[in-house]
């Protein structure tokens, strides 16, 4: 049998030759549809001819699609939100559309020291509704929420929270009851406008830019915008941000339980200063230039004798005495009498009397002072000494404001841990519900609940 493609060569070979008329005729910029009009002309429609791209740019467009794909970050489009529970603290939380919440911000300054030593960090990953049950128990055990009393809490979501808003408010209603803890937890829905300004996202205009204002910004309230401060306006930052209620408080407790190592810290420079007048005085004095102390041992050395010889000896003793006492070692007359001049503006008795008026503008006042007194005495290396001294950079404002919340986290935790760790009865659904209704129903809503309950000074014990 013979091959198709043989019988196919055979008959085209028996085609007529193409003539050179056709060979040489233009070929068609494009294909033309003929219509027979019916004045019987004819008119020519013109197609569009396909056409095909060269390999090498077929190649680079696909280059760029894959690299749009898989290389340039694209922020996801699924539908993100964010929650507020407002106790005095507050503390805004974003979420993923599945209620994980994927950012932790404080809305204001003492919501950083329910969020310190860990705390922002234990939130992220969680539900929303898990999320915001340890920051409430964080702020009972702190004393921010009155566990003996009636108190409330409020939590609002961002435009439409949906399941996930009521979903979170079982789970902080479920935490109290278990805790025996008579706690409201009110609930509503605000418009993107009204949160943004509640949390301080201003700007934001739709629940992802508020979403992106929660992960992108500093944790801690107090951070924010430190970053291009000046010196002064970093101090300024400083005594009006960490120099708290709180803070103030625990200065005061420091300060009154260092007092007497200040008072003896005071006699002992008293001392000090008197061996040194007498050197500087004293007729034996060999020198003929300067005659202090230090001056006077640079150049004679142990070559004295006397009384005079005495007095330094003693001098000798008294330096060695104070620097195993206080660890401070005082080196030159300029130290001393530093030393001695802010002993002699702030007394003992004047201290004590700065310490139960303290406030952060006393404070702020004789920063300088105290933070002096307290490093004669061997208490500069204090955790809260060094906080009571002003950041110069933006690095050291954030490690001390850091250290600061930690400090009054602690104090807090210690001074209601009695209370916070008391025994409690758990309250059933019933019991609960019942109180609910007993309180909303004395008001013509939640909100108004809400308004009064701020107006008494919401906050530590939302007392009504």
Not at 216 to 226: C, P
Not at 387 to 416: G, N, T
């Amino acid at each position: 049998m013979r091959s198709w493609k043989k019988m196919w060569k055979d008959e085209l070979n028996a085609l007529p030759p193409v003539g050179r008329q056709v060979l040489d005729a233009p070929s068609p910029a494009a294909c033309d549809e003929v219509t027979v009009n019916a004045d019987g002309s004819l008119t020519r429609k013109k197609k569009i001819l396909a056409f095909t791209l060269p390999p090498a740019l077929v190649a680079v467009v696909l280059a760029v699609v894959l690299v749009c794909i898989f290389l340039l970050p694209v922020r996801d489009a699924v539908q993100r939100y964010a929650f507020m529970l407002e106790i005095n603290p507050s503390v805004t939380v974003s979420t993923d559309a599945d209620g994980t919440v994927t950012g932790v911000a404080a809305a204001n300054a003492d919501a950083d020291i329910v969020l310190a030593d860990g705390v922002a960090e234990d939130m992220l990953g969680k539900p929303v509704g898990e999320a915001l049950v340890i920051f409430a128990d964080r702020a009972a055990m702190l004393g921010f929420i009155d566990t003996e009393g009636e108190s409330a809490v409020r939590l609002t979501s961002c435009g439409d929270g949906g399941e996930l808003l009521s979903s979170a408010r079982e789970m902080l209603e479920t935490h109290f009851m278990e805790d025996g803890i008579q706690a409201l937890v009110l609930s509503a829905e605000r418009t993107v406008s009204d949160f943004a300004s509640l949390c301080g996202a201003a700007a934001a205009q739709t629940a992802d830019a508020v979403a992106d204002f929660v992960e992108d910004v500093s944790v801690f309230f107090r951070n924010r915008g430190v970053e291009n401060m000046t010196a002064d306006q970093l101090a300024d930052a400083y005594e009006n941000t960490v120099f708290d209620d709180t803070f103030i408080e625990t200065a005061k407790e420091y300060l009154s339980r260092n007092l007497a190592r200040i008072e003896q810290n005071a006699e002992d420079v008293g001392n000090l200063y008197s061996l040194y007048f007498a050197i500087l005085s004293h007729d034996d004095n060999p020198a003929t230039g300067r005659k202090d102390y230090w001056s006077v041992k640079a150049v004679y050395g142990d070559e004295l004798d006397g009384e005079f010889a005495a007095l330094v000896a003693e001098m000798d003793e008294a330096l060695a005495r104070y620097e195993i006492d206080y660890g401070v070692k005082i080196e030159g007359e300029r130290e001393l009498l530093d030393a001695a001049a802010d002993h002699i503006s702030l007394t003992v008795e004047k201290l004590a009397s700065v310490i139960a008026s303290l406030s952060s503008e006393v404070l702020a006042r004789n920063l300088d002072l105290i933070s002096s007194l307290l490093s004669m005495a061997g208490l500069g290396d204090d955790l809260f000494a060094g906080l009571m001294r002003l950041p110069q950079e933006a690095s050291e404002y954030i490690a001390k404001a850091a250290e600061a919340v930690s400090a009054e986290a602690a104090k807090l935790a210690e001074d209601f841990r009695d209370v916070y760790n008391a025994a409690r009865d758990v309250l059933s659904r019933e019991d609960y519900d019942a109180w609910r209704e007993e309180v909303v129903s004395s008001f013509r809503s939640e909100e108004e609940l809400w308004e009064s309950m701020s107006g008494k000074g919401a906050g530590k014990g939302l007392l009504f």
